[in-house]
């Protein structure tokens, strides 16, 4: 069953050519390549906080 | 691949041989990455397109530097009419790879053609316009933004949704349908369009006895319908007010007929007028071009015709001097006959006064060449008799001291025999005896050089001399 307020909820407004500039300043990039970077960093520096001798 | 810790080429072993950092997590990443965008590929490839966009997607989640992925994702919302998602996803690219990168060349492509991008950004606008419309509850307004802009942009997928949607509500189903398949034959695998289309068949299957008003109908109460081009929306709730009795109805109606006369003479008829005065203008101005190029013909043809009188008075001047009297034909004829004349044993003299007559009636050298050959023919004919007989009148003449005479005929004897010296000789005399010397002397030097060592011709050199002496 289709309730029509309901389904214009799930559409949205869309984004004009002028303003691609400025939703591109504001993406976020962050991939799964930059989590796995940041999780190994901070493994690092918990191993290098227990163990100083080892390092990467 | 290169090590996300030290940038230095990887092997196969799962750590990098430079740091020997582990890189066993970040390969399987970047794999799976790159196993997305196969997909994605496959997908696209099919005009999957909803598909092709969540694998990309997911893709650019592991890889943000997979390219390849986000130029096709770029390509692939193009393709559905969300333009501006395509420029953002190959701007990025462009900034994560500057070289060799296919998303410069997209950005420049549509870049370069401003009436497009005029055109796609209208089409937005309409679309945020018709959106905010629904938004209103002005389902009406909004159908026929949709309807516009579909008009210049028939890609943009997401106005077809919604325009369905609409249909769906005013219960337009068959029109619903024709949006929802339009989606389809973009993007196969929409799931929009497809749960839409799941739902109609729902609504409109005869054997389906559960069916049931599923839409809402419309809040307010209106009726609509159709004039022309013009959808025409009319509340049915609105009361007319009651007037107070009936006296008052009739003055009502009364000022409404004066005021419907008044705005007839005032403001229908003078736009009559200038109608019917228009069309008469129009009118005359096409009659005044027929005139015109009637008139222009006219006068053509009248040019034409006082050429060809002009023709016509030539050729027929030409045709007088071939008939005519002293034409050719005549010139021909007169020595046709006395030819024939001269055959049947005509004397000299009339042969002679026939080719005089022809003589003075017509240029010898004008003539042809067989008409100046028989004329020769006949004049070496009689002209010795002729000449003999001019020269005896001649000298008679000369003795008997009539000298004009005796030129005119002497000059006749020479001129129908060159041979005869005689003539020639007695006519420088006769000039001699008149004192015109200018001739004789010019005759007798002819006498000399015609006929060198004769006798006259010796004679002819004293008188010469006697002459030059004398004067």
Redesign the interface.
Known sequence: ????EE??K????????????D??YH?D??????M??QM?KEQGEAIVGENPDQN? | MYCYHCGCLLSEYDYCPNCRADVKLYKQIIALSNRLYNDGLEKAKVRDLTGAVASLRQALKLNKDQIEARNLLGLVYFELGETAAALSEWVVSQSRREEKNPATEYINLLQNNASRVDTINQSIRKYNLAYQYCLQDSVDLAEIQLKKLLSMNPKLLRAHQLLALIFIQEEKYERAERELRKCLDVDHNNTLALRYLRELDLLTDPEDTEKKPLLRKPKDDVVRYQAGNELIIQPTNVVEPKSGNGFGTIINILIGLILGAAATYFLVLPAQISKVTEANQAQVTELGEVLDTKTSEIQDLENQIRNLKTQNDGLEQIVDGYNGQGGVISNINLLLAAANAYLEGATADETAAALAEISGAVELESMSEEFRTLYQTLLNDVGPQLSTNYYEDGYTAYRNEEFESAIELLSKAFYYDPQNVDALFNLGNAYRRMEDYDNAASTYRQVIELFPGDERATRSQQYLDEILSEN
Do not use: C, R
Request: charged fraction near 20%; charge should be negative.
């Open positions: 069953m289709i309730n029509f389904e214009l799930k559409f949205n407004p869309s984004l004009e050519i002028g303003e691609v500039q939703a591109v993406l990039l962050t991939d799964a390549t930059d796995l970077m190994l990467y």
